[in-house]
T-cell receptor, first 113, second 117 residues
Framework: GENVEQHPSTLSVQEGDSAVIKCTYS??????FPWYKQELGKRPQLIID?????GEKKDQRIAVTLNKTAKHFSLHITETQPEDSAVYFC????????????FGKGTMLLVSP | GAVVSQHPSRVICKSGTSVKIECRSL??????MFWYRQFPKQSLMLMAT?????????EQGVEKDKFLINHASLTLSTLTVTSAHPEDSSFYIC?????????????FGPGTRLTVL
């Protein structure tokens, strides 16, 4: 089955800095890679996703890059703000079909004012 | 967006009792829903995939007789923790897939905090 590794487990940055979280996956058939943000005690919220037919996707301060050859993808947050502090999870799955999401172990991002 | 609700948000029960958790997709039909368990400061662990009108598919190591899943309609899946024990205490989160928009995005419910005394 799929295995997703996520690094780092914790990341502390100063407000305004950039943050990068990296994930690798094992199954070359995986073609859908979402990123979720989870605040303490709340539900995971989808913040951005990417499919394997593109290499990069941006949404304001958030971007995701995908390297299919190396089987890794990264989340980039620019101009970080204290409200970006949360746990971020990457995931991988194969679509279409009834594939399940395999999650990384999460990265706790702390943005200090 | 898509809205997924979960009820109850918190439940405290005595050891040996059963607890039912409901997951509803409020503004879309979900043929597939997922149940996850999350321990403090850990990732989401998939327990089972709930398919409308058929039996749930359980992940390895998850006892199907203990965690009963029913997906009786396109908007409702239920998870029943039977004969709960303190080790079943956890945060249970459901998600629903919305394929009608051409994506495979999963939308999560707010979670249910189960405490077994």
């Amino acid at each position: 089955g799929e295995n997703v590794e996520q690094h780092p487990s914790t990341l502390s940055v100063q407000e305004g800095d950039s943050a990068v979280i990296k994930c690798t996956y094992s199954d070359s058939a995986s073609n859908y890679f979402p990123w979720y943000k989870q605040e303490l005690g709340k539900r995971p919220q989808l913040i951005i996703d990417i499919r394997s037919n593109v290499g990069e996707k941006k949404d304001q301060r958030i971007a995701v890059t995908l390297n299919k050859t190396a089987k890794h993808f990264s989340l980039h947050i620019t101009e970080t703000q204290p409200e970006d502090s949360a746990v971020y999870f990457c995931a991988a799955s194969f679509i279409p079909g009834y594939s399940t999401l395999t999650f990384g172990k999460g990265t706790m991002l702390l943005v200090s004012p | 967006g898509a809205v997924v609700s979960q009820h109850p948000s918190r439940v405290i029960c005595k050891s040996g009792t059963s607890v039912k958790i409901e997951c509803r997709s409020l503004d879309f039909q979900a043929t597939t829903m997922f149940w996850y368990r999350q321990f403090p400061k850990q990732s989401l662990m998939l327990m089972a995939t709930s398919n409308e009108g058929s039996k749930a598919t359980y992940e390895q190591g998850v006892e199907k007789d203990k965690f009963l899943i029913n997906h009786a309609s396109l908007t409702l899946s239920t998870l029943t923790v039977t004969s709960a024990h303190p080790e079943d205490s956890s945060f249970y989160i459901c998600s629903a897939r919305r394929p009608d928009r051409g994506t495979d995005t999963q939308y999560f419910g707010p979670g249910t905090r189960l405490t077994v005394l």
